[in-house]
């Protein structure tokens, strides 16, 4: 006898279903990975049961014809959150260092411990802790897009969202700073007028790394603040 195929709809948060996906692959833990063509956008579906939560992971080329695979047995640690505490985390480059380097400063009695120095080469700035994840976000001026770094100084790279203008040479975001809600406030005056810009951190919002207005709507023409 033949035997039937039974099919299960899964719900899940990311990208509208109208978008297509080329690129897939499933890793040891059961997470399927995803490439979202119309976006170029590669996220991390964590399953449990007939729903899946989403998870940016990095931006790639965006194209309508891909694909792309992986081994099914490897296993992808998620990022490790970094512990609120009464740390302020410091990046700095010096003016002959090819990397940032991480320096955790004790508020309480002022020491300084230094972490290490970012590999690959990054130089990081404008960097903000988001409390919603535990992660870190900011802008790397050699990779000229977002990033989001882990307590274990890992860097995923996110891109650079609509409405964020094309950097000259030497120019990147020199400041930011997030509320309780996720909304990331980023400043440069390297830029004209010297423009503030809201992005979205939450990781559960679906205008997640979009900028948006301070009320957290969408912003889809005139961008900045």
Known sequence: ???????????????????????MGVDSQGNIYAICNELGQMYRYNVSGLSATSELLSVSNVCLMNDGTMCPRARVDLPVPIACTTTMIQFYKGASDTSSTWVDINLVTGKETTRGTFSPDANINAITYNNLDGLIYGWDSIANQFVRIDNNMNISYLGVPTGIPTFAAGQYFWAG?????????????????????ALDIDPSSPNYMKLINPDRSLQTGTYGI
Do not use: Q
Request: charged share 10%.
């Open 177 to 197: 700073a997030s509320t309780i809600d996720g909304t990331f406030y980023i400043f440069t005056p390297d830029l004209k007028n010297s423009t503030l810009y």
């Open 1 to 23: 006898p033949i035997c039937p195929y039974v099919f299960e709809v899964m719900t899940t948060t990311g990208p509208t279903n109208a978008l297509s996906y080329g690129a």
